[in-house]
Nanobody, 126 residues
Framework: VQLQASGGGLVQAGGSLRLSCVASGRPFSSYVMGWFRQAPGKLREFVAAIDASGVRTVYQEAVKGRFTVSRDNAKETVYLQMNSLEPEDTAAYYC????????????????????WGQGTQVTVSS
């Protein structure tokens, strides 16, 4: 299985972007998918995760109300809709898969993810 992220770009503060992450190879629909980001000079941080069914989600506090994670298991794709973007959201964004199936506090830890995409750059100008 491989993960291919796309949708990043340059946007002004207050704008929106939608990131996509396509999984090639099975299985996809059985596991929690997560989004992480890493800004230059900073540690990677958790952004959002969605459970296998697409019903339950969890977000980092700083993005709550602005970002929405969703998935389409038929298309083997997970999305991150980002609205009201701020310069502080500038980072490389990575999608990742864990073999966990439900949302627990552990899914905010990058260490539980075993498969990562290549990252897509999001730059928000002020």
């Amino acid at each position: 299985v491989q993960l291919q992220a796309s949708g990043g770009g340059l946007v002004q503060a207050g704008g929106s972007l939608r990131l996509s992450c396509v999984a090639s190879g099975r299985p996809f629909s059985s596991y929690v998918m997560g989004w992480f980001r890493q800004a230059p000079g900073k540690l990677r941080e958790f952004v959002a995760a969605i459970d296998a069914s697409g019903v339950r989600t969890v977000y980092q506090e700083a993005v709550k109300g602005r970002f929405t994670v969703s998935r389409d298991n038929a298309k083997e794709t997970v999305y991150l809709q980002m609205n009201s973007l701020e310069p502080e959201d500038t980072a490389a964004y990575y999608c990742a898969r864990t073999r966990r199936r439900t949302i627990t506090p552990a899914v905010q830890d990058g260490g539980v993810y075993d498969l990562w995409g290549q990252g897509t750059q999001v730059t928000v100008s002020s």
